[in-house]
């Protein structure tokens, strides 16, 4: 620990910068700092891959660039990213045995903006394999642990991104978010996390897993730490994402200390329309959860925020459409890991067929065989039209759904979960129980549209739960605005686990 700077990690994004500006500290003593602490803190399983060597070399060429004059939000500023982004730094497993020992020849678009904006990467983060759960339970390389309880999951996938910014390791980091993986993690660890519009930030080095979902987004302590993250991550890329927006980059702290348009500085949501839909509201969601995020909704009608009951009459079905659409993507995309190109291996095969058989059943474990299993299957000739093309048929009413809900709102809000954090090992055994633990999530993921997790507060066992709010397309600044708001006037963001 820094004799100087013993808090430094308890400084956030926005601090740090500040702090870097003004020259109290270096990025060289603020990584070492972060370093140290992972290693004190490696029991939680949230780092799969650290490098001090290179994470030193990035911290002294930002120091060299501040000591040039040179100013930037992220200049100097320590992350890490979720073990699913490519880095040359680092290896990259995706939480698999398939890639262990990996390494990328390039760094993944957002990896790489955000080092040109001088941000300095601490490592690599435990996920769930090829981003497939909710638990991070399910990484080859063991679970990660919730600091706010360490018997329990984090989340998944991106549950070592939330581990890292709960637990103090880093003042934010990356994740991905292909059916919740960024709100999710964000709301069982009592972090802030956006999954922006899908296209808005490049999928280029994305460890594939469901392409038409997968989206990339930062994770940190407040939204306006977010807001610094992601106007570094976004931006069009289009020769190398097909699928990339071609929206000019933005800078998504702009509203932030704004009121609502047309709004006083007294009441600074006054106009906002926020819908909550009554399917997230019912009997599936545990009381304490309930409670949480009904207190959240009164301090934003408090700001001035109207109230009201919307429908989003589809939400059961994201289940059965989003466990056929992104199994069979999936089941795609893993077909690229073969034995032959890279990856795992198997030793001694007796033909090619045993190369890709043995090759594939030694390294990818039960949970991605299920899917490649599943998504096989609803690809296959017979059962096309019957799951494939229907889920697809769902994924569109529910893109409908959302629609119409914004012709009533300008943002939506409900939980991001049923539960607070469950028992490791819990669910592990019985997939389809943490599959329905998505339903909250899966809608807006299913539609494309940008979804946060905003602290709310805790529930059973002083576990955080987290608020969500979902936008219509390209409404990220919106909504972090909205989040910013409720943090000017709640503390759960700032507040972290006992003994971090
Ligand atoms: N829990 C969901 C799944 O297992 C979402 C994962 C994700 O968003 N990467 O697919």
């Not at 045995?97 to 678009?109: E, N, V, W």
């Not at 807001?227 to 933005?250: F, I, K, Y």
């Amino acid at each position: 620990m820094s004799a100087a700077h013993p808090d430094l990690h308890q400084m956030g994004v926005a601090e740090l910068g500040a702090a870097l500006h003004a020259r109290q500290t270096s990025a060289t003593e603020v990584a070492q700092h972060l370093l140290a602490r992972a290693h004190a803190h490696s029991g939680l399983g949230a780092y799969l891959a650290l490098n001090e060597a290179a994470t030193l070399a990035q911290a002294a060429a930002a120091d060299a660039r501040l000591s040039a004059g040179e100013r930037g939000p992220l200049l100097g500023v320590p992350l890490a990213h979720k073990d699913v982004l490519v880095t040359r730094d680092f290896p990259t497993t995706a939480g698999s045995k398939m890639l262990q020992g990996y390494r990328s020849p390039f760094d993944a678009t957002v990896v790489q903006r955000l080092a040109a904006a001088g941000a300095v990467s601490l490592g690599k983060l435990n996920c769930d394999e090829f981003a497939m759960g909710s638990g991070n339970d399910q990484s080859a390389y063991g679970p990660a642990h919730n600091p706010w309880d360490r018997t329990r999951v984090p989340g998944g996938s991106s549950g070592g991104s939330a581990v890292a910014v709960a637990a103090r390791l880093a003042p934010a980091a990356t994740g991905t978010d292909t059916g919740g993986s960024i709100r999710q993690p964000a709301s069982f660890c009592g972090v802030t996390g956006i999954k922006p519009t899908y296209g808005r930030c490049s999928r280029y080095g994305l460890v594939a897993y469901a392409s038409s979902l997968d989206q990339a987004g930062p994770m940190a302590r407040s939204a306006h730490d977010c807001a610094l993250l992601l106007s570094a991550m976004a931006g069009p890329d289009v020769e190398r994402d097909s699928t990339s927006l071609e929206q000019p980059p933005e800078d998504y702290s702009r509203y932030l200390a704004q009121p609502w348009p047309g709004a006083s500085a007294s009441r600074p949501l006054q106009g906002l329309r926020i819908g909550l839909p009554r399917e997230f509201f019912g009997p599936g969601c545990a009381s304490d959860v309930l409670q949480a995020v009904r207190a959240a909704l009164s301090e934003l009608e408090r700001l001035g925020a109207t109230l009201l009951d919307i429908a989003l009459p589809r939400t059961e079905l994201a289940i059965p459409a989003y466990y056929i659409i992104a199994p069979a993507e999936a089941s795609s995309n893993l077909s690229r890991y073969d034995g032959v190109r890279y990856g795992h291996r198997a030793a001694q095969p007796s033909d090619l067929l045993d190369l890709y058989q043995r090759s594939r059943s030694e390294a990818f474990g039960p949970e991605v065989q299920r899917r490649i299993l599943l998504g096989t299957y609803v690809l296959s000739h017979g059962y096309y039209d019957a799951y494939y093309i229907k889920a697809q048929q769902i994924r569109r009413l529910i893109a409908q759904d959302f629609q119409t809900a914004f012709g009533q709102c300008d943002l939506i809000a409900g939980p991001v979960a049923p539960s607070v954090a469950w028992a490791i090992g819990a669910k592990t055994a019985d997939p389809l129980a943490a599959y329905l633990a998505d339903i909250y999530t899966l809608p807006a993921s299913l539609a494309g549209l940008p979804g946060m997790s905003v602290p709310a507060g805790f529930g059973a066992d002083h576990l955080p739960v987290g608020l969500q709010l979902i936008g219509n397309y390209l409404s990220e600044a919106r909504l972090l605005q909205v989040a910013h708001q409720l943090q000017r006037v709640t503390d759960f963001h700032r507040q972290s686990p006992q003994g971090f």
